[in-house]
């Protein structure tokens, strides 16, 4: 050992400290500024790393906004309540930042199939979901409608049936067979304005969801004029284009915000447990607790120890709404009903 003798680490204290000057002699702090006086804003269109957003809710105060450095990678999708600093004038050439993301009250996810880890956040805060469905031209399809309806149960929407183009055929045997899940529902016409759909956003941050062909951007056109959205026409083999590229939110003359969300041809649900769906039929939540360890609630025989069946038998329950939730727990295992 060459030169002076390490000295006893005991007799060491904070004067023996030597500090190389230069970069990195600061200390980092986790501690974040509180932005007290940021402006509260909704997000209403996501483009290229910059988000539009409404401050205070106001149509006519839209400004560009920056992810704030702090956030890091931060999801931040269309309906979130956000807190913004900065320029928030909406003059040209001004950006605010996004300096923080408000706790959401509901999101509606989605994966690309049932096997996709990675889930998509479609919209946030959202009171219910309209889901689009043509009675004709294309046909509807039942398995979509139910995979929406679990979507809006795992997430804490109000799912709304929205059935379009009844001036091609009616919605008597559709709507029967959502009877017994006492789903609203909306009737449209091609040719005529609907009142009860116009009373039904009202005051809401109200999304809409549906397979591109379905009549969704005719009927954002008919609530929001301005919007400009362009319609598809379905194709001869009965799948329309996509018109929508990705979501936004549109206000409405009578107050409210509407989300127009890409048509999808899938809507995958790996992200969703059958207790998720089970949670939202309040009379066979607690009878679940009692069924064995990985039970599916399918019911016998793919779950034959399952004690939904009692529910029924005691008169708790309707048949038909065991039914109809079995039916949507089979569409979220991808079996075919």
Same mark, same amino acid.
């Given at each position: ?122 919209? @946030?805060?959202? +009171?219910? &979901? $309209?889901?689009?469905? #043509?009675?004709? !031209?294309? *046909? ?5 409608? %139910? ?21 091609? @055929?009616?919605? +008597?045997? &559709? $709507?029967?067979?959502? #009877?017994?899940? !006492?789903? *609203? ?5 091609? %040719? ?26 005719? &009927? ?118």
């Amino acid at each position: 050992m060459t030169g002076l003798a390490r000295r006893d680490w005991r007799t060491l204290d904070e004067t023996d400290v030597r500090v190389r000057p230069g970069k990195g002699t600061r200390p980092r702090s986790k501690r974040r500024p509180a932005h007290a006086d940021a402006s509260t804003a909704l997000v209403t269109g996501v483009d290229r790393g910059r988000w539009t957003c409404a401050v205070e809710r106001d149509p006519a105060r839209v400004v560009t906004a920056m992810r704030a450095r702090e956030l890091g990678r931060t999801p931040i999708v269309v309906g979130d309540t956000v807190g913004l600093v900065g320029d928030v004038s909406g003059k040209a050439d001004t950006l605010a930042r996004i300096v923080r993301v408000d706790e959401r009250a509901s999101v509606l996810r989605r994966t690309a199939d049932d096997t996709d880890p990675y889930e998509r956040v479609v919209v @946030a805060n959202a +009171e219910q &979901l $309209l889901i689009v469905t #043509a009675l004709a !031209d294309p *046909p509807p399809r039942t398995g979509f409608i %139910d995979r929406c309806l679990v979507a809006c149960y795992a997430g804490g929407l109000e799912p709304v049936l929205c059935l379009t183009k009844a001036d091609l @055929a009616g919605p +008597e045997d &559709l $709507l029967a067979q959502y #009877a017994d899940l !006492d789903v *609203p529902a909306i009737v449209t016409r091609h %040719d005529e304005d609907s009142p009860e759909l116009i009373e039904r956003l009202r005051d809401r941050v109200s999304a809409l969801v549906g397979h591109s062909g379905v009549g969704k951007s005719t &009927l954002v056109n008919r609530l929001v004029p301005d919007a400009h959205l362009a319609t598809g026409v379905v194709s001869a083999v009965g799948k329309g284009r996509h018109t929508s590229v990705s979501a936004v939110a549109l206000p409405l003359p009578q107050g409210g915000w509407v989300v127009d969300t890409p048509g999808i041809r899938s809507f995958g649900l790996a992200h969703v447990t059958a207790d998720d769906i089970v949670l939202s039929f309040p009379e066979f939540a607690a009878a679940a607790e009692e069924c064995p360890s990985g039970c599916g609630h399918l019911g016998p025989p793919e779950d034959p120890g399952c004690a939904l069946e009692e529910v029924v038998a005691s008169g708790t329950a309707r048949a038909g709404r065991l039914e109809s939730l079995r039916r949507l727990l089979s569409s979220r295992a991808g079996i075919e009903s």
